[in-house]
């Protein structure tokens, strides 16, 4: 058990992330179950495991270590990040320090498959049939096969032994043009994180081509070292163009098949696979309120399968659509105030129950996760005749994987933030999967309530061993609070231990999920269309005021503070911005200032273009409102940050000192969205502490 404090263990832990298994993967017959997971609590290096459904004994199969990787030097994830599997799961690839490797997880073999990539292979992807590789490098999509020849089959069905190692399919016509890959609203957006999809007989590929020279430069400069030259990247910001993407369908034989659909109509690509009733995809309009699933053909025209409407935006969730073995299509439908899971359009789970993610199809059957209530997310799965079942159980998040007869759940909860994951076959006795995750060395104990007549999600956390009848304890409100993000969850996340530490530092902690907040259906997630700052903003003073009508004489409402992350940030710079009578000191890390400076898919989302609704970028503006500024304020900014970029925290600041409002900016070298390193993470908290306490004369 470390001795480490919270700071420490957060930045050496990875926030309890190190020695947690990840990614499971179940082979076709249900024999056994692949997954992540590093050597120990503070190993950064994942290596490839299996778990014998039979038995419960693991056995390493792929070790980065004996590989020849080590450890990065910014901190960021290590080791084997990912890995794909033909259809059996027997054989799985993995990139490693760009480099391809391919396991034979039956019999433990692992060997490098040479490549002709220079800078490295991404996003590998074996066949279904296991015969070979596609993979992405240098703006190219390229196959290898793993037995060394190109993959060309003579007329009799063998291998003709072919004529290279390793061949392109297509190959940028210019620069700043990729095939194979997800744009960057894909990825960070729409769940979209590959742009590459087999064939089942692996004699073809669905493609993407993503042409990115009509999207803006962004220069990001390191000014702690003037002599590197700044990073160029193509970003979308809001109002502006987004990369032209399409498909191509990709034959081994050479053939090339442009996907057909009005492209101009429906710029975004959501989502695209290959099935057994073949190619299919989903796309969406430039103001997100129309999106169609479409059918490919052989000669790329298609049909619409379904279309989903809606007059704000149409959500989209992971795992969808998708279709089950009879090629039922699954997908989702926003009826009333819930968000139902839907098999060939008819809904097929009650009003309340709000749809998460759908998890894949096993045959007929559909497993998903979804919540009755924000707090706790639950296991499900769908049966054609029998409807709907949950299969786990208890407070927390849950989420799982099935096939072949094999059930995998993981669950977070309050004593096991890094989570527990339990192997099912048939019905037999667990078997768990052991974790190697360090405990938190202090235990979260929020009191989880319901405010005012929003019935507000919130979670309150006072210093470990408070007693009532003593004096009022300042308060800190500690939110994400906007879209995309709910912190009120009983799955016992890292976060929840920063709140606690900041309790036991003298502080109650209130945290609140307002208006925005996913999980409470499509009314509320929809409520803050047009206007992300003022709806949010009013839910944390309403949450603060009914939790101190609650807790009479426990709240000391002359001292309140706020902290936050990203949104978390902007809406802590807008509650002292705004509300300076009801928060008197704030620190805002990361925090998006500016709404124009933020990408196309997720601002346009929220609040429109910006050429058709500037006020609803104008009024959201905290630069707009910096000679407004009356109470302390600490802004945090990573300088290599390429989500928020480090101009929102200048330019905020320029504003505030031009109006003459003295602030403190801590910038952080070498730091993106999230802090990775030890050093920082640790110190970061520390500093955050040391402001909220002087600013709010806490002792």
């Not at 929840?496 to 530092?505: I, K, T």
């Not at 998006?592 to 400076?597: A, E, I």
Request: glycine share 12%; charged share 20%; hydrophobic share 35%.
């Amino acid at each position: 058990m470390t001795t480490d404090p919270l700071p420490r263990q957060l930045a050496r832990t990875r926030r309890f992330t190190l020695g947690a298994p990840t990614h499971p993967g179940i082979t076709a017959d249900g024999t056994a179950v692949l997954f992540l997971r590093s050597r120990g609590d503070t190993d950064p290096l994942a290596c490839l495991w299996a778990l014998d459904t039979a038995t419960g004994r693991e056995r390493l199969i792929a070790d980065p270590a004996a590989l020849g990787a080590g450890p990065s030097t910014d901190g960021a994830t290590d080791g084997i990040t990912g890995y794909s599997t033909d259809a059996t799961g027997r054989l799985a690839a993995f990139a490693l320090d760009g480099a391809l490797w391919l396991a034979d997880t039956a019999d433990g073999t692992v060997r490098a498959v040479p490549t002709a990539t220079a800078t490295g292979v991404h996003d590998p992807r074996l066949d279904p049939t296991g015969r070979r590789i596609a993979y992405t490098g240098d703006g190219a999509l390229r196959v290898v096969t793993v037995n060394g020849t190109n993959g060309t089959n003579g007329s009799d069905g063998t291998d003709d032994g072919g004529t290279a190692d390793d061949r392109a399919l297509a190959e940028p016509e210019a620069g700043d043009l990729a095939y194979g890959v997800a744009e960057y609203v894909a990825a960070a957006e729409m769940y979209r994180t590959r742009g590459h999809w087999w064939s089942p007989d692996g004699t073809a590929l669905l493609v993407t081509r993503v042409d990115e020279r009509p999207v803006h430069r962004v220069h990001l400069a390191d000014p702690t070292d003037p002599q590197h030259p700044p990073r160029v990247i193509r970003y979308p910001l809001a109002g502006t163009a987004n990369a032209e993407v399409s498909l191509l369908l990709l034959g081994l034989d050479g053939t090339r098949t442009e996907v057909r659909w009005d492209r101009t109509a429906f710029e975004y690509l959501t989502a695209a696979g290959w099935d057994a009733h073949g190619p299919y995809a989903a796309v969406q309009s430039r103001d997100q309120r129309t999106v169609r699933t479409l059918a490919i053909g052989p000669d790329g025209a298609t049909r619409v399968l379904a279309e989903r409407r809606d007059e704000h935006w149409v959500e989209l969730l992971p795992g969808l659509p998708a279709r089950t073995a009879g090629g039922a299509l699954v997908d989702t439908a926003d009826l009333g105030d819930t968000r139902h899971l839907t098999v060939d359009g008819e809904p097929v789970t009650p009003p309340g129950l709000q749809l998460w993610e759908v998890l894949g199809t096993d045959g007929e059957q559909v497993l998903f996760t979804a919540l009755e209530d924000p707090t706790e997310t639950h296991l499900w799965h769908y049966e054609p005749g029998r409807g709907i079942r949950r299969l786990s159980s208890g407070p927390g998040v849950h989420t799982g994987a099935r096939r072949g007869g094999t059930l995998v759940v993981t669950t977070r909860s309050e004593g096991f933030p890094a989570g527990r994951t339990t192997v099912h076959r048939d019905d037999r006795t667990a078997h768990p999967m052991a974790s190697y995750a360090q405990p938190p060395v202090l235990a979260a104990r929020p009191e989880l309530l319901r405010l005012g007549p929003r019935e507000l999600r919130a979670a309150l956390f006072l210093p470990t061993g408070h007693r009532p009848g003593g004096a009022p304890l300042p308060v800190l409100l500690d939110p994400y609070g906007g879209p995309g993000m709910h912190k009120v969850t009983s799955g016992g996340a890292w976060w929840g231990r920063v709140s606690q530490w900041f309790a036991d530092q003298g502080f109650a902690v209130l945290v609140v999920d307002g208006r925005g907040t996913p999980g409470r259906g499509p009314h509320w997630d929809k409520t803050i269309y047009g206007d992300k700052a003022g709806p949010a903003l009013a839910d944390q003073v309403e949450g603060l005021h009914e939790a101190a009508r609650l807790r009479p004489g426990l709240l000391d409402l002359d001292r309140v503070g706020i902290r936050g992350w990203s949104y978390g940030g902007y809406l802590a710079a807008l509650a002292v911005l705004r509300r300076p009578d009801v928060f008197h000191a704030a620190s805002a890390g990361a925090a998006p200032t500016d709404w124009r400076l933020y990408d196309t898919h997720w601002q346009e989302r929220f609040l429109g273009h910006p050429d058709e609704h500037p006020a609803h970028y104008d009024d959201g503006s905290l630069i707009a409102v910096a000679p407004e500024l009356r109470r302390p304020l600490l802004l945090i900014q990573g300088l290599a940050d390429d989500n928020v970029f480090p101009a929102h925290t200048l330019r905020l600041s320029h504003a505030l000192l031009a109006a003459g409002r003295p602030h403190e900016v801590l910038p952080l070298r070498a730091t993106g969205h999230r802090p990775t390193d030890e050093a920082v993470v640790e110190h970061l908290l520390l500093h955050e502490l040391e402001f909220l306490r002087r600013s709010l004369g806490v002792g």
